[in-house]
């Protein structure tokens, strides 16, 4: 078979991603020319790390955005010849080339490490923000109120947090455990939080001014409870109470088990996190003047003292992403939760390093897509970090 040479795979590699240049130009170009209005992120510009770590970050969100455009093969296509081949590698009815090579199916390498992308960045930023929902609304007023909430809360946490992380997902993935419907009624409980969250800010924002607030409580009661529903109503799980008519969320559960998996390991230590900088900021004197002026406590923590944590949390936001990725890789790599033709860069290292020694680039090219990846928001952290100390 035809081969194309390094020089011929590269330029190739740069044009199949010019959708993903072309954002990044204009992102970076929007950025720096309003850098003065962004706040903390504009000002994240005077950073050279913080900048590379934005690159990277912002090179992966948008592979993912345009993977249908990047990718020149079907994910799940097996082509016989194609199997294990070169990079470079022209498929014999001269319908593209692979330009990473195939792996052992026949499959092209550089289009399923593409689609990985869109799996890892719908699912790592996601999860680690239901995980702060959950870590925010627990830990605000266990640092601020103490007494037994915050004993029974940190109790509970620790207990989650002492529990080995690849034990919990072995069996919370188990058919016996499934069966049971035991992830349902977990993202049942998670899920109804952030809905909780949403709706204390809110009124505890707007409480002086009912009409307004009663009106977008409503929606957010609305929208937000029929989103939630839908989460978690299943027809084939425990937990079926809206409609097939107006079910129009349907998650698959392989995905909602890995989803709540993730959160649920996470939320603890988003938990600890703000009830200790919660337990800080409320001495000081710029709460005691809220206290003073009388306003309400759900006021003074979502609207005093967390305001005055965005630094370390936007940064532990950051790093919990990678965290959370290299997680996502960890299920994928023992297989659990996705299924096994998933595209995900756990799975496909784990599928490749079977060859490794023959046909390398499988299990490679996943596995620096994901080093990359976290590589770039460790760094991204790191910039945030040093401007929010200046800010």
Not at 92 to 100: I, S, T
Request: proline share 6%; hydrophobic share 55%.
């Amino acid at each position: 078979m035809d081969t194309l040479t390094h020089f011929q795979v590269f330029t190739t590699l740069l044009i199949r991603f010019l959708p993903v240049w072309i954002a990044m130009i204009a992102t970076f170009a929007l950025s720096v020319t309003f850098r003065k209005r962004l706040g903390l992120y504009g000002k994240l510009f005077d950073s050279t790390v913080g900048m590379v770590g934005l690159g990277f970050v912002l090179f992966w969100v948008f592979t993912a955005l345009f993977a249908d455009q990047i990718a020149p093969f079907d994910v799940l296509a097996q082509i016989s010849p194609m199997k294990n081949v070169t990079a470079g590698t022209i498929e014999p009815n001269g319908a593209g080339v692979y330009l990473l090579g195939g792996d052992h199916l026949g499959r092209d390498v550089f289009s399923r490490m593409v689609a990985g992308s869109r799996i890892v960045i719908s699912i790592a930023p996601l999860a680690t923000l239901f995980a702060f929902m959950v870590g925010i609304t627990l830990g605000l007023p266990a640092g601020f109120w103490g007494g037994k909430l915050d004993a029974v809360l940190s109790f509970l946490a620790n207990l989650v947090l002492a529990f080995p992380v690849i034990l919990l997902f072995y069996l919370l993935v188990t058919p016996e455990v499934v069966q049971t419907g035991l992830p349902q009624r977990m993202a049942a409980v998670l899920f109804i939080l952030p809905l909780v969250f949403a709706i204390l800010l809110t009124n505890s924002r707007l409480y002086v001014k009912p009409q307004l607030r009663n009106l977008i409580v409503g929606a957010i009661v609305v929208i937000g409870g029929w989103t939630y529903l839908a989460l978690v109503s299943e027809a084939d799980s425990g937990i079926n109470v809206l409609p097939a008519a107006i079910d129009l969320i349907h998650v698959p559960a392989n995905l909602l088990i890995v989803f709540v998996s993730v959160v649920f390991v996470n939320a603890p230590t988003v938990f600890r996190i703000v009830r200790g900088l919660t337990l800080d900021i409320r001495t000081r004197d710029y709460v005691a003047a809220a206290q003073t002026r009388g306003e309400r406590p759900w006021y003074i923590m979502l609207w005093e003292i967390l305001p005055n944590a965005r630094g370390p949390l936007i940064v532990d936001f950051c790093l919990r992403i990678g965290y959370t990725t290299i997680l996502l890789g960890t299920l994928g790599f023992f297989g659990l939760g996705l299924s096994p033709e998933s595209p995900d860069w756990g799975s496909t290292i784990n599928a490749g390093r079977k060859l490794l020694t023959t046909a390398p680039l499988p299990a490679i090219v996943p596995a620096l897509a994901l080093m990359s990846l976290v590589l770039g928001l460790n760094l991204l952290a790191d910039g945030l970090r040093e401007e929010s100390l200046r800010d």
